[in-house]
C-alpha cells in the first residue's frame, strides 16, 4: 500500500526544482514521447477502423450479407422469398441470375459478370440505386433489353448513354450454318459508380426476365439476402436455411460476406494489428525515456535516498517513490496523448482537407484511389486498449530504476557528502 508521504516524494522528484533542471527537461521529453506515440496510436487505428467500415459498406453494398443458390436454379423463389422476409432480422431479400459474357463495342471487349436482377425488389439489397451517376435503376423493364453498367467498364468501351453493346453469352447456338455464339444487343440506359473497381469494371445489370431468356433458365440462381446486422449474417442466413430446407432442392447452399470476402477482410486485420504493433513501438522508445530519466534521478537523488532511509523509510518505500515518479510521468504523456488522438481522430476528416489546401496538393488522388478522403471511426474500446498498453509499458521502465534506488546504502551515499 503506497502512503501519502511516498505519493508527495515521489509527485515532487518529477521535477527538479534547484540542482539539476536537466532532469526535468528529460521527464517532459519523456512526457512528451509517450503523448506522441498515443496520439498517433489512436489516430492511426481510428483511420483504418475507417478503411476497414468504409470498403465493408462498399463491397456489401453491391454484394449482400448472404445468399441463397442451387446449382440448378432456385425453384419457387417467389414462396422462398415470402417465407424469408417474415424473418425478423431480414431487411431485404431479391431473386438474382448470375452469369458471366463479354461485351462488345466495335472492336473492344471486356469480359463482365452478368447480374439480372428485378429493380423493384434489388433496391432493397443494394446501393446500386443511390450509386448511379446517370440514369435510374427502375428504367430496367423486361423485355427491353436494356443494361446498366459501371463507370469504369463505360470508361473502358468508350460507350454512352443510348449506345448499343454486344453481349456474348458463353452458350451457343445451334443454327443451319452451325455453332453461333449466342448474341444479343443491349441499350445502355444506366451508369453506377460505387468506388470499387470490382464493381465498376466489370459488373453489368440487366433484367432478370431477359437474362433468363438470354442464358435459357427457368429459375434465377438464388437469392440475396440484407440482414439488419451484418456481424450476425452467418447465424441469421443459415437459420433462414434450416427453415427453409423443405422448400429447397438438395442442392442448395448458403453463403455468407464473411465466406466470400474471408481473405480480403483478414487482410485488413492483420493490417491493423501490425499498425497497432509497430506504433507500439514509439510509446515503448519513450519508455525507455523514461528509464533514463529515473536512473539519472535515482544519481542525483542518493543524498535524500540516505537520509529518508537514515529517518526510517523502508528500501521497498524508496521503491515506490521512484516508481510513482515514472508512472506520473507515463500518465500525464498518456492523458495527454488520448485527448490529441481523440480530437484528431474525430476531426481528421477535415483536418486532412485543410492540410491539403495550405501544401496545394492532395494526399490521395482520386485519379489513384478509389477512397480519396482519410475516413475515420474511432472505437473507445480501441482508446482504452492504447491507453492500457501504454502504461502497462511505463509502468515496466520504472522498475529498474526504482530497484537500484531501494539497493542503496545510506553509508556509502553519505560518505562524500
Not at 431480414?90 to 452469369?99: E, T, V
Not at 435510374?136 to 443494361?147: C, H, Q, R, V
Not at 535515482?298 to 521497498?316: C, E, F, H, M
Not at 531501494?406 to 553509508?411: H, R, T
Request: with cysteine.
Amino acid at each position: 500500500m503506497i502512503s501519502q508521504y511516498e505519493a508527495m516524494i515521489g509527485l515532487r522528484y518529477v521535477r527538479a526544482r534547484r540542482r539539476n533542471h536537466f532532469i526535468s527537461f528529460i521527464s517532459m521529453s519523456s512526457m512528451i514521447g509517450v503523448a506522441l506515440g498515443v496520439a498517433a496510436l489512436i489516430t492511426v487505428i481510428s483511420v483504418m477502423n475507417g478503411f476497414e467500415k468504409e470498403l465493408k459498406d462498399r463491397i456489401l453494398g453491391m454484394a449482400s450479407h448472404a445468399v441463397i443458390e442451387d446449382f440448378n436454379g432456385l425453384n419457387n423463389w417467389e414462396r422462398v422469398i415470402g417465407e424469408v422476409k417474415q424473418h425478423p432480422d431480414i431487411d431485404g431479400a431479391a431473386p438474382y441470375l448470375h452469369a458471366e459474357g463479354m461485351l462488345t463495342k466495335d472492336n473492344l471487349v471486356n469480359g463482365v459478370i452478368i447480374r439480372g436482377v428485378l429493380p423493384n425488389e434489388e433496391i432493397n439489397v443494394a446501393v446500386v440505386a443511390d450509386k448511379m451517376v446517370s440514369g435510374s435503376l427502375s428504367n430496367l423493364e423486361a423485355g427491353k433489353f436494356n443494361i446498366i453498367l459501371g463507370s469504369e467498364l463505360v470508361r473502358n468501351l468508350g460507350i454512352k448513354i443510348g449506345d448499343k453493346v454486344t453481349l456474348v453469352a458463353p452458350q451457343a447456338n445451334l443454327t443451319p450454318a452451325g455453332i453461333m455464339p449466342r448474341l444479343k444487343r443491349f441499350k445502355l440506359i444506366g451508369i453506377f459508380d460505387v468506388g470499387m473497381h470490382e464493381f465498376d469494371s466489370g459488373l453489368a445489370l440487366i433484367h432478370m426476365e431477359d437474362s433468363l431468356k438470354l442464358f435459357k433458365k427457368l429459375n434465377p440462381t438464388g437469392i440475396r439476402l440484407k440482414t439488419n446486422n451484418i456481424l450476425k449474417a452467418p447465424i441469421i442466413s443459415r437459420e433462414i436455411a434450416s427453415n427453409l430446407s423443405d422448400s429447397l432442392s438438395d442442392n442448395y447452399w448458403v453463403i455468407d460476406w464473411t465466406q466470400r470476402h474471408s481473405n480480403f477482410f483478414r487482410a485488413l486485420k492483420t493490417e491493423k494489428t501490425v499498425m497497432f504493433v509497430i506504433l507500439t513501438l514509439i510509446v515503448a522508445v519513450a519508455a525507455f525515456n523514461i528509464i533514463s530519466t529515473l536512473v539519472m534521478a535515482v544519481s542525483d537523488k542518493q543524498s535524500d535516498i540516505a537520509v529518508l532511509r537514515t529517518l526510517g523509510a523502508s528500501p521497498k518505500s524508496i521503491l515506490q517513490i521512484f516508481m510513482i515518479q515514472g508512472i506520473i510521468i507515463g500518465v500525464i504523456g498518456i492523458a495527454i496523448g488520448v485527448l490529441g488522438g481523440v480530437w484528431m481522430a474525430t476531426n481528421i476528416e477535415t483536418l486532412v482537407p485543410a492540410l491539403e489546401n495550405i501544401l496545394g496538393f492532395k494526399f490521395l488522388s482520386p485519379d489513384v484511389y478509389y477512397i480519396s478522403d482519410l475516413p475515420s471511426d474511432m472505437h473507445w474500446n480501441d482508446v482504452f486498449l492504447v491507453s492500457a498498453v501504454s502504461f502497462v509499458l511505463c509502468l515496466l521502465a520504472t522498475i529498474y530504476p526504482a530497484l537500484r534506488a531501494a539497493k542503496v546504502l545510506p553509508a556509502e551515499a553519505l560518505r562524500y557528502e
